[in-house]
């Protein structure tokens, strides 16, 4: 059984993974613009016809003293790990503008296999420098749904509550 769902868990990242190629920002501006305008999601969803994802978006600021290195470091290592969860579809990794502020965002398949993620512990570790590196941070959370639109759109970002103990 856990072999045909490797098959198939495989197949659709592979699909997937073609969509995810081509997502990208479309404004310089994207850090500080809503997610849905900042980057060339209708594109990047032309292959599916209906479909719900999770959305995580983190916003940030850097701190002028900001361990920039460290920071990367525990990123990279709890992007990894993100890439062996389950459930895991797209990881986007913002470059700060010149004012510092920055946009990360991960993809998931369902809002519950993020939350298991997040409890994994190379993302606690990277948890542990949000404090010291940003003067601010936030989290936005979305259900990304693609319907069968007349128009060929259909793409729809509903932001959830915000929430401090869950992804």
Same mark, same amino acid.
Request: aromatic share 16%.
């Given at each position: 059984?856990e072999?045909?769902?490797?098959? +198939? ?8 993974g073609?969509?995810?190629?081509r ?15 900042g ?11 209906s479909g719900e994802?999770?959305? +995580? +978006?983190?916003r ?26 389950a ?5 986007f ?17 369902n809002?519950?296999?993020?939350q298991?993620?997040s409890r994994?512990?190379?993302h606690?570790e990277?948890?542990q420098? +949000? ?5 601010y ?7 990304v ?14 932001r959830l509550?915000?929430?401090s103990?869950?992804?």
């Open positions: 059984m072999d045909i769902e490797n098959f +198939v868990n495989n197949i659709a990242h592979s699909t997937l073609n969509a995810w190629n997502l990208t920002y479309i404004d310089n501006r994207y850090m500080t613009l809503p997610i849905q305008d980057f060339n999601w209708t594109e990047s969803f032309t292959d599916f016809t994802w999770y959305l +995580v +978006v983190f940030s600021r850097y701190r002028a003293d900001t361990d920039y290195q460290t920071l990367t470091e525990r990123d990279e290592r709890a992007h990894a790990e993100a890439r062996q969860s459930g895991f579809l797209y990881y990794m913002g470059t700060p503008d010149e004012d510092g502020h920055c946009l990360s965002f991960c993809l998931w398949e809002q519950h296999m993020a298991l993620a994994r512990p190379k606690q990277a948890l420098l +949000v404090a010291s590196a940003y003067e941070y936030h989290l936005e959370r979305y259900f749904t693609k319907t069968t639109a007349p128009d060929g759109s259909g793409l729809d970002f509903e509550p915000i929430r103990d869950h992804l």
